[in-house]
């Protein structure tokens, strides 16, 4: 544990690598069925485990502490959450002024389906990856 303590970035990155990569190892070696894929969670577990071997319980809260630390203004979190949406809206309203075809009843359907995903994106990839890789 001292060395781990005392080089803790390359056991960082060993131990990400490794917890977003073993869903994939699992099924390169036949023991899962299914496509593989990636672990997002990966790099924060790894940042969490690592905080707790160099710094304990104080560690962690400061790593926990800094996801949800507010840096900028609320306009600015508004503007990065809405302005993907918005371009979106605006460009598919400049496809259909263009002469593309109106989205069929079909297709737009699916648009009640973008909170969910919005969601499960933010909180598995967003808040997996990035306090790991940018946190730790």
């Known amino acids: ?12 990155f060993l131990l990400a690598y490794l917890l977003s990569w073993f869903p994939w190892l699992l099924h390169l070696a036949r023991v899962t069925r299914g496509e593989g894929g990636l ?27 800094r996801i949800v630390e507010w840096r900028v ?18 460009i598919g309203l400049l496809n259909v002024f263009l002469g593309a075809p109106r989205p069929a009843a079909a297709q737009l359907a699916k648009w009640t ?8 994106i933010f909180l598995f990839i967003g808040l997996g990856e990035e306090p790991g890789w940018r946190g730790f």
């Open 1 to 12: 544990m001292n060395f781990v303590k005392r080089h803790p970035l390359p056991f960082f």
């Open 39 to 65: 672990n997002p969670l990966g790099p924060f577990v790894a940042a969490l485990v690592l905080s707790a071997i160099t710094g304990g319980s104080k560690s962690i809260k400061r790593l926990l502490r």
């Open 73 to 90: 203004g609320v306009r600015w979190y508004a503007l990065v959450l809405l302005l993907p949406a918005v371009i979106c809206v605006v």
């Open 113 to 120: 389906e973008l909170p969910e995903r919005f969601l499960f």
